[in-house]
Nanobody, 127 residues
């Protein structure tokens, strides 16, 4: 299975920006669709964004659409989440996740579909 390590979290003021990174190692990264999820204290893990194995297709939660951008670099085995116009309600632990899709261009927005997870990176947004 692919191993995932997130980085880039931190403290930012409301309205600010952060870019999260997720480094993957193991099996061919280009065969995995990738996703970002987040979990705030006392709440369930929620979907944020997903990207197909090629990067051609993306999908976002309504709560982040227009503010967050997911991207990937298959040559570097990296996936990114650029977050702008951050709000206090965006504060959470953000997780990178991977699901094997082979040659399919499918996207996945349900946590149960993903088989590999990173350890998470904390994002704090001050008002």
């Amino acid at each position: 299975q692919v191993q995932l390590v997130e980085s880039g979290g931190g403290l930012v003021q409301a309205g600010g920006s952060l870019r999260l990174s997720c480094a993957a190692s193991g099996p061919p990264f280009s065969m995995y669709a990738m996703g970002w999820f987040r979990q705030a204290g006392g709440k369930e893990r929620e979907f944020v964004a997903a990207i197909s194995r090629s990067g051609d297709n993306t999908y976002y939660a309504d709560s982040v659409k227009g503010r967050f951008t997911i991207s990937r670099d298959n040559a570097e085995n990296m996936v990114y989440l650029q977050m702008t116009s951050l709000k206090p309600e965006d504060a959470a632990v953000y997780y990178c996740a991977a699901v094997w899709t082979g040659l399919s261009g499918r996207l996945y927005s349900t946590a149960e579909d993903y088989g590999s997870w990173g350890q998470g990176t904390q994002v704090t947004v001050s008002s």
